[in-house]
């Protein structure tokens, strides 16, 4: 089982067309951007590398796409 860095629940990617847990559905290309960056992380971790501060930003990606997704 693999352990997760905290603030991650699952390297699992988000898929196209996905409701979000706030009602936001992403463009693809936001969706493929949060990928990119969740991988980048799951890479890191496993290379046992502190990723605190891309979860981080993760997080700010994922708050702006929300608010952009929501409109």
Sequence with gaps: ???MPAGITSFEPLHYGERRWN???WPSAHVDRYNVEL???ASRHRAGMD????INGLYNLAAGFDQAGKK
Excluded: P, Y
Aim: hydrophobic residues 45%.
């Design 1 to 3: 089982m693999e352990t």
């Design 39 to 41: 991988s980048r992380i």
């Design 51 to 54: 990723v605190q501060h891309l």
């Design 23 to 25: 009602g936001a559905i």
